[in-house]
């Protein structure tokens, strides 16, 4: 299920220069922070979400328990991307239903950046125009394989060495539940956690379809390690 596809970790910042500076710490994305807090701005704004629920308990005529999300990390709503650029800012910065982490593909499989078999893929949110090939960075120069090449680089690189334990204790650890998710602005809704919802316990079958919906669309928060 594309729920629990395997997650792998935005790990770069850096998606308009010419060449790639794995020298440079702001080259890389704040690994001790969800994507949902990778700037002050947004930060408050899902904070302020956070309280609003725990204030109210919902949002419109929904009943809902505190949360900074109500997407997931690990499925977006919109699931094609044309532009790397573009995925990151909202993933980052721009789109409040957008907290998206990468999967493994990134990382080893250039082919899927190429729209080898033209398909139909739809079109564009802004503009309307067919999504095919992805555009990548300049520093990859358009071509799928040195990406994939360089973003491995990346990822086997001293500063993420240093620092990607931060970012599994958001996704795999402590940081997972309770005050330690609470402060690191990484609480999503209660129906992505394993053991919060027993489908067989709800007895009324449009708050079941409901849930299965929200566990299916939205994603599922991984088994702490």
Not at 52 to 79: C, N, Q, W
Not at 118 to 131: H, T
Not at 194 to 219: F, H, K
Request: net charge negative; charged share 25%; glycine share 6%.
């Amino acid at each position: 299920m594309i729920n629990q596809h395997p997650v792998f970790p935005w790990i770069l910042a850096d998606y308009t220069s010419s060449s790639l500076n794995l020298e440079k710490p702001e080259t890389f994305r704040k690994l001790a922070l969800p994507m949902g807090a990778q700037t002050e701005s947004r930060k408050r704004d899902f904070i302020e979400r956070y309280l609003s629920l725990e204030e109210f308990g919902a949002i419109g005529d929904e009943r809902m328990k505190p949360a900074h999300y109500m997407t997931h990390y690990s499925s977006a709503v919109v699931r094609t991307f044309w532009s790397m650029h573009r995925a990151w800012l909202s993933a980052s910065e721009q789109s409040r239903s957008d907290v998206r982490e990468l999967t493994p593909e990134f990382y080893h499989c250039p082919e899927f950046l190429k729209n080898l078999n033209n398909l139909s893929l739809g079109s564009r949110q802004e503009g309307g125009d067919p999504v095919g090939d992805v555009q990548l960075p300049p520093w990859a120069h358009g071509d799928p394989r040195l990406f994939v090449e360089l973003h491995r680089e990346a990822l086997e690189s001293d500063f993420v060495s240093e620092n990607i334990h931060k970012w599994i204790d958001l996704i795999f650890g402590y940081k997972q539940r309770g005050q330690a998710a609470l402060d690191a602005v990484n609480v999503f809704q209660e129906v992505s956690y394993e053991g919060t919802v027993s489908l067989d316990a709800i007895d009324d079958e449009r708050e079941r379809s409901s849930v299965l919906g929200a566990m299916c669309n939205w994603g599922k928060t991984r088994i702490r390690a």
